[in-house]
């Protein structure tokens, strides 16, 4: 299956994929305007039953048929190239898994708040804590989503608020939410790619940078820790104010590892 994907500029590739519940619209808005003078090719993909991607078949909508999907989209776009991955939160976890199968092709990951344990049960996740909080007006077209931005943003603000309109909102309205649903069956034995255990041992060659939200109530963040403390290559950023909304709890931050990361390639 061929993903929905958007192609910008030329240069190194870097592959961009979202998580679960948006789009690739939020991984252009985060990461685009941080560009400015780079010679990248980004190679931003929709996921399976969302954006402009079809749903897969429901026998097929597990893990490891999406991460098969990206790899013959990847492919179908850039040949034979090789290239960097950015991911965030299910699509951390899919770069990750891409870069565990293709060791060769994948230069380099820059993860934020990415999976690594499959079934929610199973995770180490931390309490929520509200750093920041300022009066907010909530307009009715969007009153429906402010539950959802309230339980996981930690910085709660009219400025974060707005963000989470203008990124997060209209990838959710635009997702198959019976597809997501699939992916999320039996207890997420589905959403857990089926080599996950070797995935959370393996150590990896390729250079890492995994940015962490110390009250990140949907991943956590000491999984992340352990994980990382195996990364020979590895560069790991806990952010005290921050949760798995955690480009919009500190977008600054993120951009500032992230320029590293272009600067290093």
């Not at 870097?14 to 789009?23: E, N, P, R, Y």
């Not at 820059?110 to 180490?124: D, N, S, W, Y």
Request: glycine share 8%.
């Amino acid at each position: 299956m061929l993903l929905h994907y958007d192609l910008r500029g030329s240069g190194t590739p870097i592959v961009f994929i979202h998580g679960a519940a948006i789009d690739h619209d939020a991984m252009e808005q985060w990461f685009e305007p941080l560009f400015a003078g780079q010679m990248h090719t980004r190679l931003y993909i929709d996921l399976p039953g969302m954006g402009a991607t079809p749903p897969l078949p429901p026998a097929q909508t597990d893990s490891d048929h999406v991460l098969a999907a990206i790899a013959e989209t990847v492919t179908a776009v850039l040949g034979n190239q090789s290239f960097d991955v950015v991911g965030y939160s299910y699509g951390g976890y899919l770069a990750l898994a891409l870069a565990y199968q293709e060791p060769t092709r994948v230069q380099r990951l820059f993860l934020v708040c990415p999976t690594l344990t499959g079934i929610r049960g199973e995770r180490h996740v931390a309490e929520h804590r509200i750093i920041q909080s300022a009066p907010i007006a909530v307009s009715a077209a969007n009153a429906d989503y402010f539950a959802n931005y309230h339980k996981v943003t930690v910085v709660q603000n009219p400025q974060t608020w707005q963000a989470f309109q203008t990124q997060v909102i209209p990838g959710i309205r635009r997702t198959n939410l019976d597809a997501l649903h699939q992916l999320h069956r039996d207890h997420g034995t589905h959403y857990r790619l089926s080599f996950e255990d070797q995935l959370k041992a393996t150590n990896f060659a390729q250079p890492i940078t995994l940015l962490s939200g110390r009250h990140d109530v949907t991943i956590g963040y000491t999984d992340h820790e352990a994980f990382m403390t195996h990364q020979v290559n590895g560069t790991f950023g806990l952010f005290a104010n921050a949760g798995h909304n955690l480009p919009i709890d500190q977008y600054p931050m993120m951009a500032a590892y992230f320029t590293q990361f272009l600067r290093e390639s």
